[in-house]
């Protein structure tokens, strides 16, 4: 039992902080540290961006990314371009046909009704 | 104005969220409360007071990076204890001044214990080897186990329980009221 109680004594005298007088200059200490570090750390964050967007520039610029887009639009317009050309000649075919455009409209139309018939007849079939 | 709450009238564990929020002044009022237990622990275990307060700087520096781990299950001044003491054993062995396992060192005040000694723990700390005073520091002021103190110092767990015991007696027989002085039989049951 006395053991215990010398144990839980020493505990106590551990637990008790003790007295200096220099409290408030250390924790001022303490507390520099933190804001040298964290301006250091604030520093250290904008160099690194600064660097990684210089190598991210260089690395566009030597891998030739913006001349092989500049290629791929200029390429993209061409073909564009081609593919109006091509739908005007379509256009231009048709109308040079010896029937007129009423023909084409009820051509068109019967082929409606015709899909129509059959997905009518389909539906009756599997019913 | 009862709405406003310096950091002063906050709880420890109100301060410890709020610095683990990045809040700087918050951490400055920790510091402020509990430095001394800190220096004071590192100053017992056998540092000489400049490099107690080094450490101590490093201990509190380092539970600001660590802040969002302190959940207040304990008090965070025996959180920050455990970190300081950690960061000064681990100190004492790189520096290989400390053999745990060398035999006890004779007893530094030697002779007739003065009354004012035998209340001081300070002084009491100072009549023990430095492998005594370093298991009862961690196990009593760091409030480590015997099995982690053995870990930290690596050291078998028999070496550091017998270091802790022969402290303890050296202690109780320091730190006894006048009438008590010729000590007690020895024991000890430790913490882990």
């Known amino acids: ?127 | 104005m009862a709405g406003v709450r310096t950091p002063a009238s906050l709880h420890d564990v109100e301060l410890a969220a709020l610095a683990a929020a990045g809040d700087r002044p918050a951490f400055g009022e920790l510091v402020r409360r509990h430095g001394s237990a800190v220096r004071g622990l590192l100053r017992r275990m056998g540092a000489e007071p400049s490099l107690a307060d080094d450490i101590a700087q490093d201990a509190f520096l380092a539970a600001f990076e660590r802040v969002s781990e302190f959940r207040g299950e304990g008090t965070f001044s025996a959180w920050v204890r455990k970190i300081a003491a950690r960061l000064y054993v681990r100190r004492w062995r790189k520096e290989s001044r400390f053999d745990v396992e060398a035999e006890e060192l004779e007893d530094s005040h030697g002779g007739e214990i003065s009354a004012a000694a035998r209340i001081d723990l300070d002084e009491a700390m100072k009549s023990l080897s430095p492998a005594e005073r370093m298991c009862v520091s961690l196990c009593y002021g760091a409030g480590v186990s015997h099995a982690e103190a053995a870990e930290a110092l690596n050291a078998p767990l028999g070496t550091v329980k017998s270091h802790v015991k022969r402290g303890l007696d050296k202690l109780r027989l320091r730190l006894a009221p006048p009438e008590g002085a010729t000590g007690e039989p020895a024991g000890s049951k430790g913490h882990g």
Do not use: C, H, Y
């Open chain 1, 1 to 127: 039992m006395a053991e215990l109680d010398f144990e839980m004594k020493l505990d106590r005298m551990f637990n008790e902080p003790p007295v200096m007088m220099d409290a408030e200059a250390f924790a001022r200490l303490v507390e520099m540290r933190l804001d040298r570090g964290w301006n250091l750390r604030q520093v250290g964050i904008g160099a690194a961006g600064l660097v990684a967007g210089l190598v991210g520039v260089s690395q566009l610029l030597g891998s030739r990314l913006l001349f092989d887009a500049g290629e791929a639009t200029q390429r993209n317009a061409v073909a564009f371009t081609s593919s109006v050309n091509g739908l005007v000649q379509t256009s231009e075919n048709i109308s040079a046909l010896p029937f007129g455009g009423e023909v084409l409209w009820l051509a068109a139309a019967l082929g409606v009704m015709a899909l129509a018939f059959a997905v009518t007849r389909a539906v009756e079939e599997f019913q």
